[in-house]
């Protein structure tokens, strides 16, 4: 059991990599294009990609997570047809979406109020969901035969890429928000091209159409559950505005934001953790090792959250070049937000980890209650609690959707591929985090969390962690050696 789980915490270092560079680099545009870009063409930049987030779901209707759970259990001689058939499907309906799209285009501008002037950009658009759709199965194929490495390389090649191209068009050309989106397509564009040798040698032109009726099946229920899983991340953004003005929503936005050193550390697991359960799924004592898991990510999750809570306002306030802080000064009187943000993403690290269950028993159709049940606790809580508590209360919204949805998921988890977690540890580990959430928001309000008392509660914790003995020696060895490279 220590071997698999070493295995998995490799491959999450691995993903990792390029997950956290990607991230960090897209965090380091947002000063070029606020200073070099008019606040209006800003605004349109955002609300494309928004719409571009929405589309990439209904061009890929779940068929990247079709292929892995039928591919990881079929025969060598089938992994062809299961390689196949989900990627001419996605080609096809990818063709007739983009279709329909461009045709339509200048309606659509103005249904979601982008001047005509832009339209170009819609072709750009078209063209990054076409070449990232069609990337998806090839870069689900690299993960599920666990080429961690080949696909990191590929990943933050593209972002160097569109890194470079973007410094290149913005700066030096001087071309408008165009650039960003020219950008990303020859980014796009490069990476199929380095994947085609892969794509051809498990391509075959012919649909299975017995795999491809049971991979729509499985697939399907994505749409509704990705699309409300959206809206949980993006729902608090029109209703703080309604509700408060542009500058609240500014100053819970750019604080939001500093939540993505917990989200990066969940996107790492989960990109390594899909293929580990799945390929997993048959061993005899998986249900023992899936729990130990949950336990140990729980653990790091919440050793990260205690220390960013800690010490993020020291990160946000950092002057790195003339004054300037990594978060303007203005927006840190939102700082408070952040632990609330931070706990959110722990319930969604819980969340991917149950989701092993539901795929293993091919029960996907529960994904859209679980993540529409979420977008609309979110949805509720905001108009009650924005009113009375402001970001505060967004950011609480936040939190309670995403219990809604680790709860939900471990419900249907637990009803399909019962595995006995270690209840006990869970419950101390919780305990630990509400004491140190009271502790935290006790001086913080009373403006005495100063760095001392900052050190104190930190090691204070860490004490407790053993005492609790949520935490053993022999558990600290595993996560520690699980990220030296095995001879």
Avoid at 58 to 64: F, N, R, T
Avoid at 114 to 129: H, K
Avoid at 317 to 341: A, H, R
Avoid at 404 to 420: D, E, T, W
Wanted: net charge positive; charged share 15%; with cysteine.
């Amino acid at each position: 059991m220590i071997e698999k789980i070493k295995e998995l915490s490799k491959d999450t270092v691995i993903y990792g990599i390029s997950t956290i560079v990607g991230r960090f680099l897209s965090f380091l545009l947002i000063p070029l294009y606020t200073n070099l870009f008019l606040p209006d063409e800003f605004g349109i930049y955002t609300t494309i990609y928004a719409y571009l987030s929405f589309l990439s779901i209904l061009y890929v209707y779940g068929m990247d997570a079709a292929f892995m759970k039928f591919t990881s259990l079929a025969e060598e001689r089938e992994k062809t047809d299961t390689y196949s058939t989900p990627f001419l499907a996605v080609i096809s309906t990818t063709i007739v979406l983009s279709v329909i799209l461009f045709i339509s285009r200048n309606h659509i501008l103005g249904a979601i109020d982008i001047p005509v002037i832009y339209s170009s950009i819609v072709i750009y658009v078209l063209f990054i969901l076409i070449l990232d759709t069609l990337a998806l199965i090839p870069f689900a194929n690299l993960r599920l035969e666990r080429k961690a490495k080949k696909f990191a390389s590929i990943k933050l090649m593209n972002i160097f890429i569109n890194l470079a191209l973007n410094l290149y068009l913005i700066v030096y050309l001087r071309l408008g928000i165009e650039a960003i989106f020219i950008s990303n397509m020859i980014a796009s564009a490069v990476t199929l091209l380095i994947l085609l040798p892969d794509i051809f040698s498990h391509l075959k032109l012919k649909i299975n159409f017995y795999y491809l009726k049971k991979m729509l099946w499985f697939a399907l229920p994505y749409i509704p559950g990705s699309l409300a899983a959206m809206l949980v991340q993006l729902i608090d953004v029109p209703i703080v505005r309604a509700l408060t003005n542009d500058a609240t929503l500014g100053i819970y936005r750019a604080n939001y934001k500093l939540g993505i050193f917990m989200m990066l550390f969940v996107s790492m697991f989960n990109f390594a953790w899909q293929p580990f359960f799945l390929t997993n799924a048959k061993t005899e004592n998986a249900k023992e090792i899936f729990s130990k898991v949950l336990t140990l990510t729980l653990i790091v999750m919440t050793a990260l959250w205690v220390i960013l809570s800690l010490f993020i306002e020291d990160i946000a306030s950092f002057e790195f070049y003339n004054g300037k802080t990594i978060i303007g000064k203005d927006y840190l009187v939102g700082i408070g937000i952040v632990p609330v943000i931070l706990l959110s993403y722990i319930f969604y690290g819980l969340y991917v980890n149950f989701t092993a269950g539901i795929y293993i028993k091919e029960k996907t159709k529960y994904f859209p209650l679980v993540t529409g049940s979420a977008a609309v606790v979110n949805v509720v809580s905001n108009f009650i609690l924005v009113p009375k508590y402001g970001i505060m209360g967004a950011a609480f919204s936040t939190l309670v959707s995403y219990v809604v949805m680790s709860a939900g998921l471990f419900f249907f988890s637990q009803r399909f591929y019962k595995i006995n977690y270690e209840y006990s540890k869970i419950m101390r580990i919780f305990l630990l985090i509400v004491l140190v959430s009271v502790c935290y928001y006790y001086f913080y309000s009373n403006k005495m969390l100063y760095l001392q008392v900052k050190l104190f509660m930190l090691f204070g914790f860490f004490i407790l962690f053993f005492a609790l003995r949520i935490v053993r020696k022999k558990e600290i060895q595993v996560i520690l050696n699980s990220f030296i490279k095995k001879k």
